[in-house]
Nanobody, 115 residues
């Protein structure tokens, strides 16, 4: 089993920044893709960004140019730097990692952006 612990969420004004972190622990052999999804009230969970072991990144169009995903393989941690935040970025943000093609989800961290 892989356990994920997220941190860094909170309340911020529009235009502000937050940095999310997600650390993996437990039975870890070879973590592959790491990433972040989010779910706003009344909406489906959506992809925010992913990063492969080799560092290839993928972003949702809505966050391109504002969010940056990175990872520290030695620390088994993935980060999401969020700049120029907008009220529509308000959501619960979930960390996801895959190991042997199996996805593991974090419990989520709330990000609220006030206008």
């Amino acid at each position: 089993q892989v356990q994920l612990v997220e941190s860094g969420g909170g309340l911020v004004q529009a235009g502000g920044s937050l940095r999310l972190s997600c650390a993996a622990s437990g039975t870890i052999f070879n973590i592959n893709t790491m990433g972040w999804y989010r779910q706003a009230p009344g909406k489906q969970r959506e992809l925010v960004a992913t990063i492969t072991t080799g560092g290839t990144t993928n972003y949702a169009d809505s966050v391109k140019g504002r969010f940056t995903i990175s990872r520290d393989n030695a620390k088994k941690t993935v980060y999401l730097q969020m700049n120029s935040l907008k009220p529509e970025d308000t959501a619960v943000y979930y960390c996801i990692v895959t190991q042997r093609a199996y996805p593991y989800w974090g419990p989520g961290t709330q990000v609220t952006v006030s206008s």
